[in-house]
């Protein structure tokens, strides 16, 4: 165990978790995977170095053979529909959305069904019909129409709502980035922090699993280091476990 103080206190509290026999369900996102990267090889090289199953969030839009070719033999990797274009439709004075109410929702909802059309045919062994909106933002009014869409699913970032959708929720909960200010990697002792605070929220009671999220073209160092020591202290303990979006999908209640 490692005797870093920062690291100490997941340790800590992943052993609570033992001695109540029981383990923490953690999963991992990684956003805006278009082809093939230097990055990408990186996180599907710490992946797999670890066993994590990793969910890449493809833009539809903008995304081809080449990276289908490159996933093609990778198993731990699944593939989910991250919105169309990740193009910004809102104005100028509000929030950036692309599934907003801006545009037509018949427009969107076709766009929606193209790309898990499109991810669908590229994926065929990775797809997960699972739709991840842009900005984790998506308009209320769109929800109740996603599984006609095709999707199963949906994943934004923060705990579960108990909103009007056609699809469970399966959500990211701790962003690796520092969006707001520095935008490199947040400060290691403020993530391993947040992961304990969504343990301790899960002790008491929340079966929902912790989401991880990450976004690999835009990782500095500093990210990278978090992740690789956060995937060796979980591969240390029985007390935290990776599963992948297709397992989380197995267990979720139909919406509704």
Same mark, same amino acid.
């Given at each position: 165990?490692?005797?870093?103080?920062?690291?100490? %206190?997941?340790q800590a509290? !992943?052993?609570?978790?033992?001695?109540?026999?029981?383990?923490? $369900?953690?999963?991992?996102?990684?956003?805006?995977?278009?082809? /093939?990267?230097?990055? @990408?090889?990186? !996180?599907?090289?710490?992946?797999?170095?670890?066993?994590? /199953?990793?969910? @890449?969030?493809?833009?539809?839009?903008?995304?081809?053979?080449?990276?289908?070719?490159? %996933?093609?033999?990778?198993r731990?990797?699944?593939?989910?529909?991250?919105?169309?274009?990740?193009?910004?439709?809102? /104005?100028?004075?509000?929030?950036?959305q692309?599934?907003?109410?801006?545009?037509?929702?018949? @427009? #969107?909802?076709?766009?929606?069904?193209?790309?898990? #059309? !499109?991810?669908?045919?590229?994926?065929?062994?990775?797809?997960?019909?699972?739709?991840?909106?842009?900005?984790?933002?998506?308009?209320?009014?769109?929800?109740?129409?996603?599984?006609?869409?095709g999707? $199963?699913? %949906?994943?934004?970032?923060?705990?579960?709502?108990?909103?009007?959708?056609?699809? /469970?929720?399966?959500?990211?909960?701790?962003?690796?980035?520092?969006?707001?200010?520095?935008?490199?990697?947040?400060?290691?002792?403020?993530?391993?922090?947040?992961? #304990?605070?969504?343990?301790?929220?899960?002790?008491?009671?929340?079966?929902?699993?912790?989401?991880? @999220?990450?976004?690999?073209? #835009?990782?500095?160092?500093?990210?990278?280091?978090?992740?690789?020591?956060?995937?060796?202290?979980?591969?240390?303990t029985?007390?935290?476990?990776?599963?992948?979006?297709?397992?989380?999908? $197995?267990?979720?209640?139909?919406?509704?």
């Amino acid at each position: 165990m490692t005797e870093d103080p920062i690291w100490q %206190l997941l340790q800590a509290e !992943l052993a609570r978790w033992i001695h109540a026999s029981r383990s923490a $369900k953690f999963w991992l996102r990684d956003d805006d995977a278009v082809e /093939p990267t230097a990055a @990408l090889d990186r !996180l599907i090289g710490l992946a797999n170095d670890f066993d994590v /199953p990793v969910t @890449l969030a493809v833009i539809p839009a903008h995304t081809g053979e080449a990276l289908a070719e490159r %996933l093609a033999a990778e198993r731990r990797i699944c593939v989910a529909v991250h919105g169309w274009s990740h193009e910004n439709h809102a /104005p100028k004075d509000r929030k950036k959305q692309e599934l907003g109410p801006d545009r037509p929702h018949e @427009l #969107v909802l076709r766009q929606l069904r193209e790309g898990c #059309v !499109l991810l669908a045919r590229l994926y065929p062994d990775r797809f997960v019909p699972v739709l991840v909106p842009p900005w984790n933002r998506i308009d209320a009014a769109l929800l109740p129409y996603l599984k006609a869409c095709g999707f $199963k699913a %949906l994943s934004v970032f923060g705990p579960a709502k108990p909103v009007e959708t056609s699809v /469970p929720q399966i959500n990211t909960h701790v962003d690796l980035m520092d969006w707001h200010g520095t935008r490199g990697c947040r400060d290691h002792a403020e993530l391993v922090g947040a992961i #304990v605070e969504q343990l301790r929220l899960r002790f008491d009671g929340s079966g929902e699993p912790i989401g991880i @999220l990450t976004h690999h073209l #835009v990782h500095d160092e500093s990210a990278w280091v978090f992740l690789t020591k956060l995937f060796q202290v979980v591969a240390l303990t029985s007390g935290g476990r990776w599963l992948s979006i297709a397992d989380l999908m $197995k267990s979720q209640k139909p919406a509704g």
